[in-house]
């Protein structure tokens, strides 16, 4: 224990020793190519970790990350020793050279057991070759989800215009058969056809519906989207409703977006009607729209007044078709909702909310600012060429 404490009192003390020069008989050739060797080393030595501490700080996400930093400093300690084998020239720190060649040892150790340690790990790392051979099948995965998508989104808008045509013929002969036989027409009669007629109509709503449901995220061309140009044209479209509802709205300032301005107009716009809609009876609507920056995307919230909803539907009314209450009610196709989550999941941003029964319903949004969706990679022109 005494000759340790020595050690490390005299950790620096050179005077045990001479120089290097003066120990044996170097001639300058002999003794400079053993230096300059060392510093060469040292260099090189000291290059490596600099270069991994370079490559771990821009390389985020890097796996076994210790085993990188141990390695580095396996190596910085490696080039120390050079260092100081070539200062010994000068300066005899023998004491000092132990130690750190000793720290050398202890940190290779741990190199070599943190490298056993991960080695299953490290084997199972995907190399760049079949990186590229994953992106080319996940690339054709897309372009084939993205053709099939296309394909749905034709039959929806053929379909929809197939059962158009018939819908208006059957409101168009019922209209005609009452303008000619009106005057004939007993009470019951008269409230089949307006039946008839009302069914036709919400019949037609549902196929319009249907059909911007299956346009969602369907374009790709993103313009810049002034949320507060769009949200004031919604609530000037809906000036009566806001009016018959006595509603007050507070609308706080709303960034710009690159996106399909259809889209956000999808989901702003029933957000907002639903807070019109679902109101209490003889309480007059208050609605909030507000926007939050986090930074890689805008959080949006949009508050009321109404009916609320109970926990147990808060996945439920995401749901296409899925109504918590009857048509006399509260009218309506059951999709605004779905459309709503349809393109916030398309953008890459979440939907969900917090309500309490009779007193109000909060809906957040999240959306990022840079939008990328399936179809923006099913686009994409080339990949790095896979080798065989």
């Known amino acids: 224990m005494d000759q340790i404490l020595d050690f ?12 290097r020069w003066f120990c044996g008989r170097w001639s300058d050739f002999h003794g400079w190519l053993y230096i300059v060797s060392d510093l060469t080393i040292w260099l090189a030595y000291m290059a490596i970790p600099l270069i991994l501490i370079r490559f771990i ?3 985020k996400g890097i ?12 190596i910085m300690l490696c080039g120390a020793t050079h260092l ?11 004491r000092l050279a132990a130690l750190v060649k000793l720290l050398t040892g202890v940190v290779s150790v741990a190199t070599v057991i943190a490298l056993v340690r991960y080695f299953n790990e490290a084997i199972g790392l995907r190399t760049s070759r079949e990186f590229e051979r994953e992106l080319l099948f996940r690339q054709q995965a897309v372009q084939e989800l993205s053709r099939s998508n ?6 929806a808008y053929v379909a929809s215009h197939d059962l158009q045509s018939p819908l208006k013929t059957i409101v168009n002969y019922l209209t005609l058969f009452e303008s000619k036989y009106g005057e004939q027409l007993d009470t ?18 549902l196929i319009n519906d249907l059909l911007d449901f299956s346009r969602v995220g369907s374009v790709v061309e993103y313009k810049p989207v002034d949320l507060n140009e769009l949200v004031a044209e919604i609530l000037n479209e809906h000036q009566e409703d806001i009016r018959l509802s006595d509603a007050t709205i507070e609308l706080g300032p709303l960034p710009t977006l690159m996106a399909h301005r259809t889209d956000l107009k999808q989901v702003f716009q029933n957000l907002i009607t639903n807070g019109l809609k679902y109101r209490r009876t003889d309480v007059a609507v208050r609605l909030s729209i507000q ?22 539907h808060y996945d439920r009314i995401f749901q296409i078709f899925q109504r918590l209450h009857g048509r006399s009610t509260y009218p309506g196709t059951g999709i605004g909702l779905a459309t709503c989550k349809k393109v916030i999941d398309i953008y890459g941003g979440k939907i969900w909310l917090d309500s309490m029964p009779g007193a109000g319903t909060t809906f957040y949004l999240t959306i990022p600012k840079k ?15 896979v080798s065989r």
Do not use: C
């Open 8 to 19: 490390f009192r005299r950790l620096t003390d050179t005077s045990d020793w001479p120089a």
């Open 57 to 59: 700080i821009l390389k």
């Open 63 to 74: 796996p076994l990350p210790s085993v990188f930093l141990l390695f580095g400093t396996f």
């Open 84 to 94: 100081l084998d070539a200062l010994m020239f000068w300066w005899p720190a023998y």
């Open 150 to 155: 296309q394909e749905l989104q034709q039959f």
């Open 188 to 205: 019951d009669a008269r409230r089949m056809i307006d039946t008839s007629t009302a069914a036709a109509d919400r019949m037609r709503t």
């Open 291 to 312: 926007a939050v920056d986090e930074g890689s995307a805008h959080r949006f919230v949009i508050a009321d007044n109404g009916i609320g909803i109970e926990p147990q």
């Open 371 to 385: 939008i990328k969706t399936v179809q923006h990679y099913a686009q994409t022109d080339s990949l790095h060429s």
